[in-house]
């Protein structure tokens, strides 16, 4: 999933501090189980808020709501009225949920409340950790199930750098080495042949570095005809 | 003869060689690295310029390889997939090659958390072995990593590093294994302080008959004091440094002669190593002394051709 | 003008928390202040959220009070309380708001001064701190 982190508050009252009626929106979605734009933080956010103005003698009106989905217009649309009815919408969800509403309302102003950060996992509760970057070209059945992109700082293909000690990484040395982990992991699968081989240079025209990528189903796709019919039902 | 650099001349002849490293200075002023060459002239085969090392921001390494071949010593450059993706690398490569340069160590680099730009974007377009690849292809058919054939490719003489002491230590021969396979002609390996670790690990390589195909220079760093001992030991991610040595420069009179001693006693039992071809000294910040261990080591006169 | 009645709120667990303040009010124990008192199932039922609303609707400060850490009638109630504690007054000090108005205590039901102690401190906070209006103006 996606996973988020809050903005420091100061940047966020900051932020807001010019606007008089403000609309908090989050999601039930990657940034709730991430425990970072859900509907208990969006209530605390809010509550934080109103207390900062209250210390400060501020007068902003700042209401709360949560959507299902905030990447996906459908679910946005539920809450149209409250975000224009604001001066401007903090988006408590990822940077997709804000984009969307920004995207869907132009002349609005839509805020990040916060950081987007990474595709991750939850390890146990209260930490999550990187395990993908997205490239477009998936290679973790060479490696173990382990994706060395994303894990390795150095994003090496070819086995460890030199910099690995006791199975940690020089980078941090808090976080496992991703190619000690592939090394462990494919000893187990009885795979270990695998680290002969030569991985040569990888393709990036996949990854962001071909540019922005936009992934077509030509066969869900709606016609001309079907969205006409689709907006008329709604 | 691929690239007919004097480090290959004494490589290929069968000769013990000796390579030291300079590090360019932080700063636009040539100087350092004139006197450094003036210094060290004739007491090593050729010198490695480092390639913003720790990554802190230096005199760039080809730049540092034309001021002191002015002085007549040969360069080895070392180029990081750190801070240059693959079209920086080649032409780079490129121009090393067109201004004179012969020896190229290829090097993933170190991190950049690690140097004076933290905020840095990483670039890491691909690792040392594929950048061997890369370079080697370049030099045996001038074809470049796209596909598109170029007159005139760069003759090199490509080397490589690689260190025993980091783990997976199972997966280190197999390594090195693949960057002979890549193309590297020689490997400069991480400083050497656990003997015996560094024997097993030259048992391995022996076994695959990589001694054979990559001339080891094994690598060694004279020791300054007791604190950058075990600054070493604790500090240096990848390196070992054993209680021994760490006491036996605490207990020294004096340090840095205790230092000195270690370092030319370390290269004596390098030389007796089948399989090491020469070695390489790391003077980190302490280039002066290098005349001296190479003379007490037994390692003068340089071979000339 | 009289002096203002400093507001606090406090969340009693109803095990040991609860019990403790029911034993302290039979010492006859008077305070200045208005303390209203919330019964919670567990201390580790309440949330951050609960914590904050408080404190925006008025509250000068507001403490937590569980069971002992290692005699939580729900195990980690009190455990976990604390973390959610420590994560408000985290929020608060960013806000520039003071942190010492949010506590967690644990106190065991045969405690009969632990109460009064906790009480006293709060009182003395919220007296010290003012509302959190005024907080930055004097």
Not at chain 1, 11 to 38: D, F, H, N, W
Not at chain 2, 262 to 284: D, P, R, Y
Not at chain 3, 56 to 82: H, M, P, Q
Request: charged content about 25%; hydrophobic content about 40%.
């Amino acid at each position: 999933m996606i996973v988020a982190k809050r903005k420091p508050l100061g940047e966020i009252v900051e932020m807001l501090a010019p606007y008089q009626k403000i609309t908090v929106i989050g999601c039930r979605s990657c940034v709730a189980i991430c425990l970072a734009g859900g509907e208990k933080e969006v209530k605390m956010l809010v509550s934080a808020l109103k207390i900062k103005n209250r210390k400060e003698g501020r007068k902003q009106q700042i209401d709360g709501f949560v959507v299902e989905r905030q990447c996906e217009k459908e679910w946005v649309k539920e809450v149209e009225e409250r975000i224009l009815d604001s001066d401007v919408t903090l988006s408590m969800a990822c940077s997709l949920g804000a984009q969307t509403i920004g995207d869907m309302y132009p002349k609005h102003l839509t805020f990040p409340g916060l950081n987007t950060g990474m595709f991750g996992v939850p390890e146990e509760q209260g930490v999550w950790s990187e395990k993908c970057i997205g490239c477009g070209n998936c290679i973790i059945h060479t490696t173990g199930g382990i994706c060395p992109i994303a894990r390795c700082a150095k994003s090496m293909l070819n086995g460890p750098c030199g910099g690995s000690a006791n199975g940690k990484c020089e980078v941090n040395l808090e976080v496992d080495c991703a190619w000690v982990a592939i090394y462990d992991r494919l000893k187990l699968q009885n795979r270990l042949d695998l680290i002969e081989n030569f991985t040569p240079a990888k393709d990036w025209s996949t990854s962001h570095s071909g540019g922005r990528r936009i992934y077509v189903r030509e066969d869900a796709k709606l016609s001309q005809h079907q969205k006409k019919g689709k907006e008329a039902v709604q | 003869m691929k690239a007919g650099s004097n480090l290959e001349k004494v490589l290929e002849s069968g000769k013990f060689a000796v390579t030291a490293e300079i590090g360019p200075p932080q700063s636009a002023n040539p100087e350092p690295l004139t006197h450094h060459a003036r210094m060290l002239k004739g007491y090593a085969d050729a010198f490695n310029l480092t390639d913003n090392q720790t990554a802190v921001v230096r005199l760039s390494s080809i730049a540092s390889a034309v001021i002191i071949m002015r002085e007549g010593i040969e360069p080895v450059i070392q180029m990081t997939c750190r801070d240059r993706n693959r079209i920086g690398l080649q032409s780079d490569l490129f121009g090393a090659a067109a201004l004179g340069v012969k020896n190229v160590l290829c090097l993933t680099g170190d991190h950049h958390i690690f140097g004076n730009e933290k905020a840095a974007k990483g670039v890491f377009d691909f690792d040392s072995i594929v950048e061997l690849k890369v370079f080697d292809d370049l030099r045996n058919s001038g074809k470049q990593l796209g596909g598109e054939q170029i007159k005139d490719p760069p003759k090199t003489y490509l080397g490589c590093a690689e260190n025993p002491f980091a783990t997976p230590y199972e997966w280190r021969a197999a390594r090195l294994a693949k960057k002979a396979a890549a193309g590297a002609d020689f490997c400069q390996t991480q400083a050497i302080f656990d003997m015996k670790m560094f024997e097993r690990w030259m048992d391995e390589i022996r076994g695959r008959g990589l001694d054979k195909k990559v001339h080891i220079l094994a690598g060694v760093i004279p020791v300054k004091s007791a604190g950058s001992a075990r600054y070493m030991k604790n500090k240096v991610p990848g390196m070992i440094v054993p209680k021994e040595i760490v006491d036996r420069m605490k207990n020294a009179k004096d340090a840095k002669e205790e230092g000195i001693r270690l370092c030319v006693e370390q290269i004596e039992t390098l030389k007796s190593i089948k399989g090491v071809h020469g070695v390489h000294i790391m003077a980190v910040a302490w280039e002066e002394m290098i005349p001296r261990i190479v003379k007490e080591a037994g390692l003068l006169p340089r071979p000339t051709f | 003008m009289a002096e203002r009645r400093p507001k606090i709120i406090g969340f009693c667990c109803e095990r040991h928390g609860m019990d403790s303040a029911v034993l302290a009010a039979r010492t006859g124990k008077q305070f200045d202040a208005s303390v209203r008192l919330v019964q919670v199932p567990c201390a580790g039922r309440v949330d951050g959220i609960h914590i904050l609303q408080a404190l925006e609707d008025g509250a000068d400060a507001v403490f937590v009070l569980g069971c002992l850490e290692k005699n939580c009638y729900y195990d980690t109630g009190s455990i976990e309380a604390r973390k959610r504690v420590e994560y408000v007054r985290q929020m608060l000090a960013e806000m520039g708001i003071e942190k010492e108005r949010v506590e967690m205590f644990n106190a065991a039901s045969t405690n009969a001064w632990a109460f009064p102690e906790i009480v006293a401190k709060m009182v003395e906070v919220a007296k010290k701190l003012g509302p959190i209006e005024e907080g930055e103006r004097r």
